[in-house]
């Protein structure tokens, strides 16, 4: 979900917010009062970057992953309405410290608004609803009844096949699966990335989003009722090939100051009507405090905090009074799958563990040529933001050429270095590495970049490295093959297929024997058979024969070991 390049003038911050047991993920954008947008399902919020670029101009945009999508936690409801959905966001906006605004909500997003303005008029002063839905029963239950296919994470991958023809027939037909002529959408076959788009959106919600759309396709003729109940100002519109144009000859008699507005087939026109609708609604008071700050917890959290070139996601856990641990993660990926290892650590060190510039959630750094002294840059302006002294310093893989980097770059501002597998090529190895370990992955018109990157991702778990797919290369080590595993790796992978080589390159680049030899802080070295650079232990223990070292074993254990070890050395 990369907003680093939204708009030349809009910088997006990414939050979560705890809203009682539930974590809930939100954009935020611009300068001036507040104003809210609701998403349409299964999307997420990203769907709303070109809304937001034009309103931030004028107004600080509060956008949510509404319950169930993008980065938003599920209701623990296995059946819900809209009005569950309009009460999470209320709920939101108190725990947020929203004032009452205008607010802005797009097709089932619309029917979220809709219901939020008629059970809390009192957190809203005008709503703009495009494309609301007003489905009589029988058009309900029509669409319920086979809206909804299940798609399982395949351990063969053939998963990807399905839901790309999915979304790309959801262009062609409205509802997707009439594909007959009288159903056909009035434009034109979308590109290969809005497809792309639209599965990655679906990938963020595909165990969780049945319950929350199909309280919204139920919506229906709730719709009129609410609309009647509400007295304030809103504006209905649609552009004229939405599908959902229609339904605006179903609206009820509208009271004064509730108008439908025309706007052709113009999304320019559409963003213009919702920019001066919310001038004229106007906003009870200024934009909350942003706050981004870690705090203590027994529990993995997760948060975003500002970087020089962007956002930084991060999982982390402890007491802030406690020793800070950054913990580095292997590529390609993202941190997702340590968090035990966060949780085990964390009763001893505060662990943070983001994801790498470029990596799974964060932001990428600029350019396509970032070398590792960048990366390790933004880990200290990282440590500095956070107030972190003397941390110590856990690389993985890959995110072990980044540690010692940082190492380099805090000299005499580190507790110490911990590394769990270090890649360290020769001259012709670091060639061909260079070449073909991180292809670019370009979006297809047949979908098959998904399969693909499955493909590479699973042969490295047999192989190293992977494209050496002979006998000779196979790795020792049994790997993990889960459908679900495999997925969520191929997921977080796609998330950032632009620049998740750039961590990659940059740890090939690096000249990571003479960087070790001129380290000046303890180094512990955690032997790992399953890293596919324990192929380079044997040089590594060349290059620190003094350094004391551990076997990783469960995490809980292998917390404990490194801490004893620590201790010791100390």
């Not at 004032?99 to 008629?118: K, N, Q, R, Y």
């Amino acid at each position: 979900m990369n907003t680093s390049e939204t708009s030349a003038k809009t910088r997006i911050h990414r939050r979560f917010l705890k809203v009682g047991n539930r974590r809930m993920h939100y954009l935020r954008a611009g300068e001036g009062p507040p104003a809210l947008l609701v998403h349409s399902s299964p999307a997420n919020v990203t769907i709303l970057l070109p809304e937001i670029a034009h309103l931030s101009t004028r107004f600080t945009c509060i956008a949510f992953d509404t319950p169930s999508f993008g980065l938003s936690d599920p209701l623990q409801l296995e059946e819900m309405e809209v009005a569950d959905l309009a009460d999470a966001l209320a709920e939101a906006m108190d725990v947020l410290g929203l004032p009452p605004c205008p607010v802005f909500g797009s097709h089932t997003g619309a029917a979220i608004a809709l219901e939020l303005t008629a059970r809390h008029p009192e957190k809203v002063t005008g709503t703009v609803l495009d494309g609301v839905p007003i489905y009589m029963n029988e058009e309900s239950k029509s669409l319920v009844s086979k809206y909804f296919q299940t798609m399982p994470f395949d351990e063969f991958g053939g998963h990807y096949a399905r839901t790309w023809t999915r979304f790309r027939d959801q262009s062609i037909w409205f509802p997707w699966f009439a594909r007959h002529p009288d159903n056909l959408n009035h434009y034109d076959l979308s590109p290969p990335e809005r497809t792309h788009e639209w599965v990655m959106m679906y990938f963020y919600a595909a165990h969780t989003y049945a319950p929350a759309y199909r309280a919204a396709l139920s919506y229906g003729e709730r719709a009129l009722d609410a609309v009647a109940a509400i007295n304030g100002p809103m504006i209905f519109t649609a552009t004229e090939t939405d599908m959902l144009h229609p339904h605006l000859a179903r609206l009820p008699a509208l009271k004064p100051g509730q108008e439908i507005q025309g706007i052709g087939s113009s999304l320019e026109r559409k963003r213009a009507l919702t920019e001066k609708s919310f001038i004229q609604f106007g906003s009870a008071g200024a934009a909350p405090h942003d706050d981004c700050e870690l705090r203590s917890s027994t529990l993995v959290e997760r948060q975003f905090v500002d970087g020089e070139h962007g956002e930084i996601h991060v999982r982390y856990a402890g007491q802030r009074t406690s020793p800070p641990l950054l913990l580095l993660h292997d590529a390609p990926g993202s941190a997702q799958f340590l968090g035990p290892l966060i949780e085990a650590l964390s009763t001893r060190y505060f662990v943070c563990a983001p994801d790498l510039p470029g990596c799974g959630e964060s932001d990428p750094l600029p350019g396509d040529a970032a070398t590792i002294s960048e990366f390790a840059r933004a880990l200290e302006q990282f440590c500095e933001k956070n107030g972190f002294k003397q941390p110590l310093v856990y690389g993985i893989g890959f995110g072990s050429s980044a540690a010692i980097a940082l190492a380099q770059q805090l000299e005499g501002r580190i507790a110490g270095l911990l590394l769990r597998g270090v890649l360290l090529p020769d001259v012709s190895e670091r060639q061909a590495l260079r070449k073909d370990y991180a292809p670019p992955i370009t979006i297809q018109q047949d979908g098959s970049h998904w399969y693909r990157t499955w493909l590479m991702l699973r042969d490295s778990l047999i192989y190293w490295p992977w494209y050496n797919r002979r006998y000779n290369a196979t790795r020792p080590a049994p790997g993990d093959f889960d459908g679900e595993r495999m997925h969520a790796w191929t997921f977080d992978v796609m998330k950032q297929h632009t620049s998740y080589q750039h961590l990659i390159h940059a740890a090939i680049d690096f000249e990571t024997d003479k960087a070790l030899a001129e380290l000046k802080c303890a180094v512990i070295l955690i032997n790992d058979p399953h890293t596919p650079f324990s192929v380079y232990d044997e040089h590594l223990n060349s290059l620190l024969p003094q350094a004391p070292r551990c076997l990783a074993t469960d995490d809980s254990t292998h917390a404990l070991t490194i801490t004893n070890l620590l201790a010791h050395q100390g």
